[in-house]
């Protein structure tokens, strides 16, 4: 049987998604692999900080799934504004959504709304075309809320110097904001202890590697109770975590121009302001573990002297026009892989219409979530053909996309196109003052322009 199947978003999920579908024996299939973005990779290319080239390693695999001769890249599409999804339904036997999550869940306490969400100064930092060009980078005690990698990353990147990170591939305007940062003192909080944090070891011992910081940890907030030290025995990685926080605890202050505090068992509960609306704190309430692997607040308030403060709660998908959207789980309600037409138990399924990545099961999980998140998908789609449960596009000619493309003057990338950028970016890096592998292009239209060929104007 011969299936062609468009997958929307060539984030990790789209392109695990199009390599499983590809690698079936039984079906010859032809995937079309579409992105809003110029460029693919999606979250790798721009959610990754740029010290962390051992995570970026990561589009090596991408890219060999993506050099497949049945696999055909449309980038510098956005669906519901170029082409609509019913449209896809016409041209494909199915229709994958794997377009993920880069927006920041909402910090819901009182000046909350004053706080920014960490999605947008990673989008910053990371070159994302869709993202602020500048930063204010004036705040010397800064406020990171979430103990997870995010966090890690951006408390990381704020106590860093724009030198340091000039190595690496971040575009001019990053580092003219980063070599103006002003910031001294990170200090990161976490509701619960350190046994409920969500690091990777790898990451938190990577913390303090420059020579300009030093991590630090209060010794009161190294504290377990019998459920905290049964989750540390079961899982290494938390006993890892554990033991480099203990590390931390002991450690004395030193000369390191720049401090992380990383405090556990602090709930914040009000962004503080002046008269001007300008931050001037986070206040937090002490809690303390209830026996059972909760937390109860103690009625004692911290004020800490901010003048910035960061969310890192979570990020959140968007609605993709013409699907069906949670707007309480931020997902497409699915049943593990087809796409329902409500979010009510036993609703009927949406023709054609899959979903994987983050946009299916919420913004948790490491990449081996997303393989296997897709491979419960793909499967469906195989057993729904082999069931005759894909109805025939009404068009079926493998270029027929393109023509409505160009009917439209859409100026589609390619993954031809791709080559093209990422030659521009690597001869950028070459030319720096200190070579680098790349440096990226930030600004959407030149990435089109360079992905398309299209001459230069001096």
């Not at 690496?168 to 910031?183: F, G, H, M, Q, W």
């Not at 109770?225 to 079961?234: F, L, M």
């Not at 729904?384 to 589609?412: F, M, V």
Request: aromatic share 6%; proline share 6%; charged share 30%.
């Amino acid at each position: 049987m011969s299936l062609r199947v468009a997958v929307v978003g060539a984030g990790p999920a789209g392109i695990y998604a199009s390599d499983l579908l590809l690698r079936n024996d039984e079906h010859d299939i032809h995937v079309d692999l579409f992105e809003q973005m110029p460029a693919p990779f999606g979250l790798i290319r721009y959610g990754v900080a740029p010290d962390h080239p051992r995570i970026k390693g990561i589009v090596k695999s991408l890219h060999k799934v993506l050099d497949k001769p049945h696999l055909r890249l449309l980038g510098n599409i956005t669906i519901g504004r170029d082409i609509t999804i019913d449209e896809l339904r016409d041209y494909y036997d199915a229709v994958v959504i794997s377009t993920g999550a880069v927006r920041d869940r909402e910090l819901r306490i009182p000046g909350g709304e004053k706080s920014i969400g960490a999605g947008e100064f990673v989008g910053f930092y990371d070159g994302n075309p869709r993202f602020e060009r500048g930063w204010n980078l004036d705040a010397r005690e800064v406020a990171v809320i979430g103990v997870g990698n995010v966090a890690l990353d951006i408390s990381r990147i704020l106590a860093k110097t724009g030198d340091e990170l000039l190595v690496t591939e971040i575009p001019d305007n990053v580092y003219e904001s980063l070599k103006n940062n002003k910031a001294e003192t990170v200090h990161m909080f976490g509701r619960r202890g350190p046994a409920q944090a969500k690091f990777t070891p790898k990451e938190l011992r990577e913390m303090d590697l420059s020579d300009t910081i030093q991590v630090l940890v209060d010794p009161e907030d190294i504290d377990y109770d019998a459920t905290s030290e049964e989750v540390r025995r079961a899982d290494k990685s938390v006993d890892l975590n554990c033991q480099v926080l203990e590390q931390y605890a002991m450690r004395e202050p030193d000369d390191a121009p720049h401090k992380i505090y990383i405090h556990f068992f602090e709930e914040p509960v009000e962004v503080l302001t002046d008269d001007s609306g300008a931050i001037t704190g986070l206040r937090t309430e002490r809690q303390e573990l209830d026996g059972n692997g909760g937390i109860t607040g103690t009625g004692k308030f911290t004020d800490w002297p901010v003048q910035q403060v960061y969310h890192a709660v979570g990020y959140r998908s968007e609605p993709v026009d013409g699907v069906p959207f949670d707007v309480e789980r931020n997902v497409i309600p699915n049943d593990g892989g087809h796409v329902l037409e409500t979010i009510e138990d036993g609703a009927g399924f949406e023709d054609k219409l899959y979903v994987t990545g983050w946009i299916k099961r919420g913004p948790i999980g490491l990449i081996g979530n997303t393989k296997s998140d897709a491979k419960e998908t793909t499967d469906m789609l195989i057993a729904d053909a082999d069931a005759g449960k894909l109805a025939t596009p009404s068009h079926t000619g493998p270029d027929e996309i393109l023509e409505l493309l160009d009917e439209r003057n859409i100026p589609y990338t390619t993954w031809d196109g791709w080559y093209r950028l990422d030659e521009a970016e690597r001869k950028l890096g070459e030319q720096s003052a200190l070579p680098r592998e790349r440096k990226k292009i930030v600004e959407w239209e030149e990435m089109v322009e360079h992905a398309r060929n299209v001459p230069q104007v001096p």
